[in-house]
């Protein structure tokens, strides 16, 4: 289905397949699911960095001097509160000196739509590359009002990363955010009548925290 959605980018191999296995089952612990979470959003920050740009340097290794490269580009990772919490360490581990903000939205259960208790993020949020993270992409409310946030900050180089994403999330994010790229670790069927994916995982911000 992922062909038929522009600046979608649907990870394929085995180790997300089989670690998105783990999260959806009931019986994975907080522990398990925590662990899980982290090595897809490693999986996701390699995969969302491959075209960084690099600046070549010169240095001294044991035996000669050789060329080497550091990253010319600045990351800003944003996770949305509170589940997006979850997926940072994941990407410091690939991304150490990344800076870190934060945007806090919770859905209102009875409208589903977004809304906003808090808002921090760093200074260099116009120039960086801003990878915007949280773990569900259901009826795109939060992401889109997340989205909308940082570009009144001045933000113009973000993707959005998450775990798993429902077609009409999706849609969402193409109709009112154009070129935005979203990248995820699993494609949905749907949504139910209360804006849960299906098959989905569940609540991942309870699971990972738990607090069920």
């Given at each position: 289905?992922?062909?038929?959605?522009k600046?979608?980018?649907?990870?394929?191999?085995?180790?997300?397949?089989?670690?998105i296995?783990?999260?959806?089952?009931?019986?994975?612990?907080t522990?398990?699911f925590r662990?899980?979470?982290?090595?897809?959003?490693n999986?996701?920050a390699?995969?969302?960095?491959?075209?960084?740009t690099l600046?070549?340097?010169?240095?001294?290794?044991?035996?000669?001097?050789t060329?080497?490269?550091?990253l010319?580009?600045?990351?800003?990772?944003?996770p949305?509160?509170?589940?997006?919490?979850?997926?940072v360490?994941?990407f410091l581990e690939?991304?150490?000196d990344?800076k870190?903000?934060h945007?806090g939205?919770?859905?209102?259960?009875?409208?589903l739509?977004?809304?906003?208790?808090?808002?921090?993020?760093?200074s260099n949020i116009?120039?960086?590359?801003?990878i915007?993270?949280?773990p569900?992409l259901a009826?795109g409310?939060s992401?889109s009002e997340?989205?909308?946030y940082l570009?009144?900050?001045?933000?113009?180089?973000?993707?959005?990363?998450?775990?798993v994403?429902?077609?009409e999330?999706?849609?969402?994010?193409?109709?009112?955010?154009?070129?935005?790229?979203i990248?995820a670790?699993?494609?949905?069927?749907?949504?139910?009548?209360?804006?849960?994916i299906l098959?989905?995982?569940?609540?991942?911000?309870d699971?990972?925290?738990?607090?069920?």
């Amino acid at each position: 289905m992922e062909e038929f959605f522009k600046d979608f980018h649907l990870l394929q191999h085995p180790l997300v397949k089989r670690d998105i296995t783990v999260l959806r089952d009931i019986n994975t612990t907080t522990e398990i699911f925590r662990a899980a979470v982290k090595r897809l959003s490693n999986l996701l920050a390699v995969e969302i960095c491959k075209d960084l740009t690099l600046e070549e340097i010169e240095v001294q290794t044991p035996l000669e001097k050789t060329t080497g490269f550091e990253l010319v580009t600045e990351i800003v990772l944003v996770p949305v509160l509170r589940a997006g919490l979850g997926m940072v360490s994941g990407f410091l581990e690939i991304i150490p000196d990344a800076k870190v903000g934060h945007i806090g939205l919770q859905r209102d259960e009875e409208t589903l739509t977004p809304v906003q208790y808090y808002y921090k993020t760093p200074s260099n949020i116009d120039t960086a590359k801003v990878i915007l993270l949280d773990p569900m992409l259901a009826t795109g409310g939060s992401t889109s009002e997340a989205i909308k946030y940082l570009k009144r900050k001045g933000a113009n180089g973000t993707v959005f990363a998450c775990l798993v994403a429902a077609p009409e999330g999706i849609k969402k994010i193409q109709a009112e955010h154009p070129g935005i790229q979203i990248y995820a670790a699993a494609l949905d069927r749907e949504l139910n009548d209360k804006g849960y994916i299906l098959p989905g995982l569940g609540d991942a911000g309870d699971r990972t925290f738990g607090t069920l």
